[in-house]
């Protein structure tokens, strides 16, 4: 053996037994053993909310079986007059002293009507009516003159009305947050009562997977007994050095009251802080508690505290909450920053959507609590894992109810609320209301203004929650959908007064989600805005001209530099196919490999049902459901997840935060792999022992979204071997301290062996800094044609602290075609001399590195002479449109054309059916081609041709 190759093979094992390795291959593994301390976290009969009481109250569950009768309808019910219409007035019959409820079927509360085999419809479908629970209950041995007793439900609706012995208590409309009534003066001491509930539920237009949950009483109820006087609401504001508590009781006789506070540590009950003193009695009594030793709360140190409050020696609440201060405030280059607890903040968002997932795999036979069993702690946890710290729950469907904030307190998640009131008002099946509200987007204008009772008290409710951390009013308040001179800015400045008095803690607040920023004249402490970019198809570059223009129209719209944060983006595909097209398509989704000519068929059948479908294969999502399963799970999440999420990080500087649009894909095993309309018919029991799998998405995620982080900017990921590109390093820290991690950048290729290429020690990064090392990747001579993992690694003494990847496809001397057929080539290349001393690549350093010969050209008079035209990238102007019958004749002739990415819109004079066309809206277009056989003999049903606009693309 040669010394040279005896030094070569020295070098490769060193390196292969020095290098990190991803743990890539290892997450293919369930979550209990994948995520540290899960299982010691998961508990195995999970409380359906955190409820405590003091120790001298008492409480009765309610919990069991009730009697039930339902009459469902046949169409939806126009909210508008839900009170005059369906009030309590229509329940007379059942109120009469000798009424016989045994005859009514038996229930289980708490359950979804949704989830019931009853007669009166099918599991899971969309359940809408009015359903009567009875039961008759044991009250207790009370005392009226010192005790009140209460009657509390988790969470039932949409309405509730309540009737004890047959006289009206009271009612409840809104979402799934807990609510009560005081039933003292009602019943008697140690008798018996006889409780009938009326649940009106109105079946707003939802899939029935995210309305099933809040169908009927769906949370526990219990019977209260508290001694007067109690807290009815605590209200906690976390301040620097000490807390400030807003109290409301009910019981309060004397002028003054003693109040007495000690705040503990929810895990060891070590005490934190106290404070004791008379005041006088008003309708809401401030107290401040000197704190100043009480640990912060955050994403990353999820620390919990209990207040307990007596009232005149009598124990009078018992609040959970976290010492977090979140604010917006300026930071570098006199941009408004998002700071948690003094320290600033970036989003590493997911939009979480859990009844998609969650109620398809109940287990059988259980409750049906969505946290049963941990599954809704498994799913968060999962989320920890890839290093998530924000949620926001698309539109708030069924608004959350505590168990999830309750979690996220736990775990450690901040959640974006994004009010759902004007979604609970779309009643488009109604005629009546079609016609007044002319289609448009006035149901959501009416839906704000008819729920913000509603809001105000969730957002009391939920006050103490330290995972509660940013408001959004709506999803995609667009007033240009409005009509009549409507505009929303008008409910929303009446939310925001609303606000002020419901949240103490003053939260940020975005106004809408989505919200075109030019429309904005409501003052607002953040800009959340949504554009999906075509990332796959697209240039990556879109993207950051995309966060630089719209940071621009931010600073103009409200006159300085406001935080920006992008919380819907990264699915590029479209998923949105026609119910019937799914049910066809379901069982070819469910295996690994699809049978790709029943997806041919569909596509090109004259069928009007699926005009969508063909619309979303031209587009180019659907085309994705060609390609085998497993390959388009990684095109997914290597593509859209990992490097869609580090362009937005790598530009820090421009925006606060990303989410990416929705569920990981197929997570779940193949059970359900997609959500999509069509494919919600069913209910599918989730099989204990599958648990949850992390697959390839979560490595990308996790990955991508980690705090600590390294970045290449690569400029060329199809190097040749023996030549370098530029690879700028990026790293960001967003742990809450500062850093100094050295940096290990190595190449793996196919057989697993490893090779140094850069190292850093201690390189010192801020809290929230993001610091660039210019770097150049060169690539060996000797290396193969083949992929190669480019694998980044941040440690601290050996050890590994993240990682990141990238892949490769080289090219090797050996492998080149140096010797082409001989053609008399031209190049019209304008963009070289227009992005000369930028990094941007030509199409002329292209063809120089390829040392493919050319002449270039400034006009076309002079074309007869060449075999080849080349029009270069970017380079479409008026004089080469001017030439289009030129160009065209030498086409005619036999000439050769070859266009490069043009990102200049318009047809081609020298293709009289092809044009380059500007792409937006959902729609992600290619090559917009209406003479396809697919569309032969259809009309532009779905207005493709009109939809097409606003977001350029390449051709």
């Known amino acids: 053996m040669s010394k040279r190759k005896l030094l070569l093979l020295i070098v490769c094992c060193r390196c292969l037994l020095s290098g990190f390795d991803l743990e890539k291959n290892d997450s293919y593994i369930l979550a209990a053993d994948r995520i540290p301390g899960f299982k010691e976290q998961q508990k195995k009969n999970e409380m359906y909310v955190f409820d405590t009481l003091p120790v001298s109250w008492k409480s009765i569950s309610l919990d069991g079986i009730w009697k039930y009768k339902s009459y469902p309808f046949s169409e939806y019910i126009d909210y508008w007059n839900v009170d005059e219409w369906h009030g309590p007035q229509h329940c007379k019959e059942f109120i009469k002293k000798d009424y016989d409820f045994s005859k009514w079927k038996d229930v289980p509360v708490p359950w979804s009507l949704a989830m019931l085999k009853l007669s009166d419809g099918k599991i899971g479908e969309r359940w809408?009516?009015?359903?009567?629970?009875?039961?008759?209950?044991?009250?207790?041995?009370?005392?009226?003159?010192?005790?009140?007793?209460?009657?509390?439900?988790?969470?039932?609706?949409?309405?509730?009305?309540?009737?004890?012995?047959?006289?009206?208590?009271?009612?409840?409309?809104?979402?799934?947050?807990?609510?009560?009534?005081?039933?003292?003066?009602?019943?008697?001491?140690?008798?018996?009562?006889?409780?009938?509930?009326?649940?009106l539920h109105t079946g707003y237009k939802n899939p029935p997977s995210l309305n099933s949950r809040d169908v009927g009483i769906t949370q526990p109820v219990e019977l209260q007994l508290r001694p007067r006087p109690y807290a009815s609401t605590i209200r906690i504001v976390p301040l620097n050095n000490r807390i400030e508590a807003y109290l409301k009781f009910k019981g309060l006789i004397a002028n003054k009251v003693k109040i007495e506070a000690e705040i503990k540590e929810a895990v060891s009950g070590r005490q934190a802080a106290v404070f004791s003193g008379e005041l006088k009695v008003a309708p809401e009594i401030v107290i401040n508690i000197p704190a100043p030793k009480l640990r912060f709360w955050s994403p990353d140190d999820p620390f919990l505290y209990f207040l307990e409050i007596k009232a005149d020696g009598i124990p009078a609440g018992v609040q959970r909450f976290g010492y977090r201060?979140?604010?917006?405030?300026?930071?570098?280059?006199?941009?408004?920053?998002?700071?948690?607890?003094?320290?600033?903040?970036?989003?590493?968002?997911?939009?979480?959507?859990?009844?998609?997932?969650?109620?398809?795999?109940?287990?059988?036979?259980?409750?049906?609590?969505?946290?049963?069993?941990?599954?809704?702690?498994?799913?968060?946890?999962?989320?920890?894992?890839?290093?998530?710290?924000?949620?926001?729950?698309?539109?708030?469907?069924?608004?959350?109810?505590?168990?999830?904030?309750?979690?996220?307190?736990e775990i450690g998640i901040l959640v974006f609320f994004?009010?759902?009131?004007?979604?609970?008002?779309?009643?488009?099946?109604?005629?009546?209301?079609?016609?007044?509200?002319?289609?448009?987007?006035?149901?959501?204008?009416?839906?704000?203004?008819?729920?913000?009772?509603?809001?105000?008290?969730?957002?009391?409710?939920?006050?103490?929650?330290?995972?509660?951390?940013?408001?959004?009013?709506?999803?995609?308040?667009?007033?240009?959908?409005?009509?009549?001179?409507?505009?929303?800015?008008?409910?929303?400045?009446?939310?925001?007064?609303?606000?002020?008095?419901?949240?103490?803690?003053?939260?940020?607040?975005?106004?809408?989600?989505?919200?075109?920023?030019?429309?904005?004249?409501?003052?607002?402490?953040?800009?959340?805005?949504?554009?999906?970019?075509?990332?796959?198809?697209?240039?990556?570059?879109?993207?950051?001209?995309?966060?630089?223009?719209?940071?621009?129209?931010?600073?103009?719209?409200?006159?300085q530099k406001l935080p920006f944060v992008n919380m819907e983006t990264g699915m590029v595909n479209d998923f949105r196919l026609h119910d019937n097209i799914m049910k066809k398509f379901r069982p070819e989704f469910q295996k690994d490999i699809f049978d790709k000519q029943k997806f041919i068929d569909a596509f090109t059948s004259k069928n009007a049902n699926e005009t969508w479908t063909r619309h979303n294969l031209n587009a180019g999502g659907i085309k994705n459901f060609l390609t085998d399963l497993t390959d388009f799970r990684y095109k997914k999440s290597y593509m859209q997840a990992k490097r869609y999420i580090e362009i937005f990080r790598m530009n820090r500087d421009i925006t606060d935060g990303v989410s990416h649009n929705t569920q990981p894909y197929d997570v779940m095993c193949h059970v359900r792999p997609f959500s999509i309309p069509g494919m919600d018919d069913d209910i599918h029991p989730w099989p204990d022992e599958y648990g949850l799998t992390l697959t390839e998405p979560y490595f990308s995620y996790r990955t991508a979204f980690h705090p600590l982080q390294a970045f290449l900017d690569i400029e060329n990921y199809h190097p040749l071997c023996?030549?370098?590109?530029?690879?700028?390093?990026?790293?960001?820290?967003?742990?809450?301290?500062?850093?100094?991690?050295?940096?290990?950048?190595?190449?793996?290729?196919?057989?697993?062996?490893?090779?140094?290429?850069?190292?850093?020690?201690?390189?010192?990064?801020?809290?929230?800094?993001?610091?660039?090392?210019?770097?150049?990747?060169?690539?060996?001579g000797n290396w193969s044609s083949s992929k190669y993992t480019v694998e980044l690694f941040l440690h601290d003494n050996a050890k590994k602290l993240s990682e990141n990847y990238y892949h490769i496809y080289t090219l090797s001397d050996n492998d080149r075609i140096k010797s082409f057929p001989v053609r008399k080539t031209a190049l019209y290349d304008i963009a070289a001399q227009k992005f000369k001393g930028t990094d941007i690549k030509t199409t002329k350093e292209i063809l120089d590195t390829l040392k493919i010969k050319y002449d270039s050209i400034r006009d076309f008079a002079g074309l007869q002479d060449y075999e080849v035209l080349i029009i270069g990238a970017n380079s479409t102007d008026i004089y080469l449109l001017k030439s289009g019958e030129i160009i065209n004749k030498w086409l005619t002739a036999g000439g050769r054309l070859l266009m490069f990415e043009q990102e200049k819109a318009g047809p081609l004079p020298w293709c009289a059916l092809d044009k380059i066309v500007i792409a937006g809206g959902s729609y992600f277009m290619e090559i917009y081609y209406p003479k396809h056989p697919v569309f032969k003999g259809l009309e532009d049903e779905h207005g493709m041709g009109k939809s097409c606009r606003r977001q350029a693309h390449p051709a």
């Open 128 to 199: 809408y009516g009015i359903a009567y629970y009875e039961r008759e209950v044991n009250i207790p041995d009370f005392k009226p003159q010192s005790e009140s007793l209460i009657i509390k439900f988790h969470g039932a609706g949409y309405r509730t009305d309540l009737w004890i012995n047959g006289v009206y208590t009271g009612k409840n409309i809104g979402p799934q947050m807990p609510f009560e009534f005081d039933i003292s003066s009602m019943v008697k001491p140690a008798s018996s009562a006889c409780l009938l509930v009326k649940i």
């Open 722 to 780: 023996g030549s370098e590109t530029r690879a700028d390093i990026i790293l960001v820290n967003d742990t809450e301290n500062a850093a100094a991690p050295s940096l290990l950048i190595q190449a793996r290729n196919a057989e697993g062996r490893v090779m140094e290429l850069f190292t850093a020690g201690r390189i010192e990064l801020s809290q929230g800094e993001k610091k660039i090392i210019p770097w150049k990747l060169a690539v060996p």
């Open 325 to 409: 201060i979140i604010e917006v405030k300026t930071g570098p280059n006199e941009k408004k920053r998002i700071f948690i607890n003094n320290k600033q903040f970036y989003m590493r968002a997911f939009q979480f959507n859990f009844p998609k997932t969650f109620e398809i795999r109940l287990p059988k036979n259980s409750s049906f609590c969505i946290n049963e069993k941990g599954s809704l702690r498994e799913e968060i946890l999962a989320m920890k894992y890839m290093n998530i710290n924000t949620f926001r729950p698309h539109a708030m469907y069924n608004q959350y109810d505590e168990t999830f904030f309750n979690l996220c307190d």
């Open 418 to 559: 994004d009010w759902n009131g004007p979604f609970n008002y779309h009643v488009e099946e109604n005629s009546e209301f079609k016609a007044v509200y002319n289609g448009g987007y006035e149901h959501k204008y009416f839906g704000m203004e008819k729920t913000i009772g509603e809001f105000g008290l969730t957002a009391e409710y939920l006050h103490n929650h330290p995972s509660l951390a940013f408001w959004s009013f709506g999803n995609e308040l667009y007033d240009h959908l409005l009509k009549g001179g409507l505009e929303f800015n008008t409910p929303i400045d009446k939310y925001i007064g609303v606000l002020k008095k419901a949240d103490l803690q003053a939260r940020p607040h975005c106004a809408s989600t989505g919200r075109p920023v030019y429309k904005h004249s409501t003052p607002v402490d953040f800009v959340s805005h949504h554009q999906y970019i075509g990332v796959r198809f697209g240039p990556w570059l879109d993207v950051i001209d995309y966060l630089k223009e719209t940071t621009v129209e931010i600073e103009q719209a409200y006159r």
